[in-house]
């Protein structure tokens, strides 16, 4: 394993710093003024507050809707078809023009966000990239993968990338309709094995480290939660497909977290959410629409989305324990040499190496 990583159980990120730190990283990570202000970016700044803002106005348009009687058998319809609807699981309705809306640039042009590519990703393959770290709430891989805003197509030619999330937002009346039209889909066992037993050129996007991972989303960290996440290794031998290490430097600097320690009730409570609903709520904290204190905004870092080399793992319909083992050791140690090899370009002023903590 690298000399610039660690596998450690996790730590208080307090614990961890001298009270100089803690100051360093409140004013240069967190709370720095030097932000994108809506009265200079306002285009940028709506485009991310409505990203924000999709899931309750879908939903909210829905009710809207159901409060005319005459609409009333077509909404009955639709929401028997969204019952039955296999789209979420087998490749969704994926749009180019959805995704290459100008609300998108405008999104990827408010932290900014850039991709890197380190390889040729050619589209006579299929791909599984593996994305690093969960964040928060994932933002960076909305802009970067799953839409058009940091030119996706334009550095990935041939690609066709779904980037995938909870089986619970294809649920909800027409927001379900809007992800898939951005090429989002279902993060289950079945839509990942439809997806890449397409085509060549079909990709999926997979926040490996999911809810739980979300709750080590800190400023200067890059905490992952990978040691257990084994599925996605086996998706990628059963369907012949390449991993793809990609690390989004970054991502954990969006918001800030409320102390939420191993052993603290709120992180017990914060863990039995989780249990009970699959997902779980960061306590977090951003900055305002229209100024640069406290607000849900997200702060405007500049993101970047390292994607490594695609791994050639073997084609194997019923990988043993053994195989899964070793193949999720082969991309840890690749995922950890990409990371050695851009965090001083990318992430110079982090505040530890990167850590699989869970």
């Known amino acids: ?191 990942c094995m439809s997806i890449l037993s397409g085509k060549p050129g079909n990709a999926i996007t997979i926040l490996v480290g999911g809810a739980h991972e979300s709750l080590r989303a800190r400023p200067g960290y890059m905490d992952l939660t990978l040691k257990r996440r084994l599925g996605f290794v086996r998706i990628a031998m059963q369907t012949g497909s390449k991993l793809v290490p990609t690390i989004a430097f970054g991502e954990n600097d969006m918001f800030a977290q409320m102390e939420n320690d191993d052993g603290s009730f709120l992180y017990y409570m914060q863990i039995k959410f989780k249990q009970i609903f699959r997902w779980t709520m960061p306590m977090f904290v951003g900055r305002g629409l229209l100024h640069n204190n406290m607000g849900w905004m997200p702060y405007s870092r500049p993101i970047t989305i390292v994607v490594g080399a695609p791994i050639d793992v073997p084609h194997v319909a019923e990988p043993t324990k053994e195989q899964l083992i070793e193949w999720q050791g082969k991309y840890i140690d690749a995922l950890l040499a990409l990371w050695d090899k851009y965090k001083d370009e990318y992430m110079p002023a982090r505040f530890d190496e990167m850590r699989i903590v869970d």
């Open 1 to 191: 394993m690298s000399s610039g990583t660690q596998e450690c159980e996790p730590l208080s990120p307090r614990a961890r710093l001298s009270v100089d730190e803690r100051e360093r990283i409140t004013d240069a990570a967190t709370y720095s003024k030097q932000q994108v202000s809506f009265m200079n970016h306002p285009f940028q700044s709506l485009a991310v507050f409505l990203w924000g803002l999709m899931l309750p106005l879908c939903v909210g348009l829905f009710f809207l809707l159901c409060s005319i009687p005459p609409l009333w058998p077509f909404l009955l319809v639709y929401f028997i078809w969204i019952r039955f609807d296999p789209a979420p699981e087998s490749g969704g309705r994926r749009f180019h023009f959805m995704r290459s809306l100008f609300l998108w640039r405008w999104f990827a042009e408010y932290f900014p966000i850039k991709i890197v590519k380190t390889a040729e990703i050619p589209p006579t393959e299929k791909y599984l990239f593996a994305y690093h770290p969960h964040g928060i709430v994932g933002l960076s891989a909305v802009g970067g993968f799953g839409s058009e805003g940091a030119g996706f197509s334009r550095i990935f030619p041939g690609i066709r990338m779904h980037v995938l999330t909870l089986v619970s937002n294809f649920t909800l009346p027409i927001y379900r309709d809007f992800l898939m039209s951005m090429g989002f889909c279902s993060v289950s066992n079945k839509s």
